[in-house]
């Protein structure tokens, strides 16, 4: 059964600062792993969705990477704002299957 | 506007009081799924469905009905609600759900249905 895992569980950093958050999987056999972003009570915003063929996806101040024959993905935020602070998960697909990570929550302080 | 609904968005209901979750996509996609998230448990997937007609159990299906008989909508009915039904439930869809990797199986969530059952 595939298990996802994301370290830290909480994170608290300045303003400006660059930070990874991490996602590991026990399954390699995926579709593709995605990110996600949550607000407190709010609706899940996708931020980027990398395929198991690629190693990295871009987008503004976001690159996440994947080493699926690892397990791992990897979510960099450079140049972190307040309006970063949020709950941060990773998931992955399979032939119509989705596990999710626990998710990280990052607060960046002003 | 591209986007997946939900209604209703809260609700109390007493326990044994048949309901129904309405879920709607205006995105023509094939797939769409329900997931519940509790706090230390995560998100866990309920049922997907990767057409009309065609729908599968995902992690913690118990307890739990989804029918799918047109593509927009892909309703989750609480036949027997129990309080440990007791969530935040929500509703994906995406272009497709099978085939080998692809950008078309992006997932989109709506806004969450907040279910209490007492």
């Known amino acids: 059964k595939q298990e996802v895992t994301q370290i830290p569980a909480a994170l608290s950093v300045p303003e400006g600062e660059n930070l990874v958050l991490n996602c590991s999987f026990t399954?390699?056999?995926?579709?593709?792993l995605q990110w996600f972003r949550q607000d407190p009570g709010k609706g899940l915003t996708s931020l980027l969705l990398i395929q198991s063929s690629q190693r990295e996806q871009t987008s503004g101040r976001l690159n996440a990477s994947l080493d699926k024959s690892s397990g791992r993905s990897t979510l960099y935020i450079a140049a972190s704002q307040p309006g970063d602070s949020a709950t941060y998960l990773c998931a992955v697909f399979y032939a119509g299957k989705s596990t999710f990570g626990d998710g990280t929550t990052l607060t960046v302080k002003p | 506007e591209a986007q997946v609904t939900q209604n209703p968005r809260y609700l109390i209901t007493v326990t044994g009081k048949k309901l129904t979750v309405t879920c709607s996509q205006n995105?023509?996609?094939?797939?769409m799924s329900w997931y519940r998230q509790d706090p230390g448990l995560g998100l866990r997937q309920i049922y997907y469905s990767m057409n009309v007609e065609v729908t599968d159990k995902g992690d913690v299906p118990e307890g739990y009905k989804v029918s799918r008989k047109e593509k927009r909508n892909f309703p989750l009915i609480l036949e027997s609600p129990s309080p440990n039904q007791t969530s935040l439930y929500f509703c994906?869809?995406?272009?497709f759900g099978g085939g080998a990797s692809s950008s078309y199986n992006e997932q989109f969530f709506g806004p969450g249905t907040r279910l209490t059952v007492l």
């Open positions: 995105m023509n996609h094939e797939y």
């Open positions: 994906a869809s995406s272009l």
């Open positions: 399954d390699s056999a995926i579709y593709n």
